[in-house]
């Protein structure tokens, strides 16, 4: 049965490689591609047998463009979750649970590799992995305000000045020491 791409919905779907030995469907228009977990899974296990490293996952630069949207799964045709892969990384993974595929719009898959998260779709996809992007997208929001409402020079001093309190034995002294009013006293 022939696939129509999720985003140009008159182009069918071919079968092509994301990476040596992993079969996806993928649109020649916008490049975006319908991947099996299960084939996903293979390719995993596949990788480990022959003794490759677990990739390390790294920081994230802009690399892909976010879909605002979530897509229909060609398959079931319920709404897919739209997935976090990362804080920092500008787009998110389309998943379809029930049929188990991931579409990966664009470069989305390069962007994966080249940051590591391609040998832990699974993950990815878990509830535990979106509970920790978001507190870390919430993290991540708190320092931007810090930074902006203290300005970038008392943010990077502060910042310093917390590492240091947290690595002291008395950091509840030295804390009540610092925030104490030396001008009720007078």
Not at 8 to 35: F, M, R, Y
Not at 143 to 171: I, K, P
Request: hydrophobic share 40%.
């Amino acid at each position: 049965m022939a696939t129509n791409c999720i985003r140009c919905s008159d182009q069918v779907l071919a079968t092509t490689e994301l990476s040596p030995g992993l079969k996806a469907d993928s649109c020649a228009q916008c490049h975006g591609s319908w991947l099996a977990m299960e084939h996903w899974r293979t390719w995993r296990a596949k990788r480990q047998a022959a003794g490759k490293p677990e990739p390390v996952v790294v920081g994230g630069e802009d690399v892909a463009a976010e879909v605002a949207q979530a897509a229909a799964c060609p398959h079931c045709h319920r709404l897919m979750n739209r997935l976090r892969v990362a804080a920092g990384l500008p787009f998110r993974l389309d998943h379809c649970a029930g049929c188990q595929h991931v579409w990966l719009d664009g470069n989305e898959w390069a962007a994966l590799s080249q940051h590591g998260y391609d040998g832990v779709l699974d993950e990815v996809v878990s509830a535990q992995w979106q509970r920790r992007v978001r507190e870390a997208e919430a993290v991540a929001h708190r320092e931007s305000a810090w930074r902006s409402r203290l300005g970038e020079a008392v943010y990077q001093e502060a910042v310093r000045l917390r590492h240091w309190l947290d690595s002291q034995a008395n950091r509840a002294e030295l804390l009540a020491y610092l925030s104490r009013d030396d001008s009720k006293s007078h």
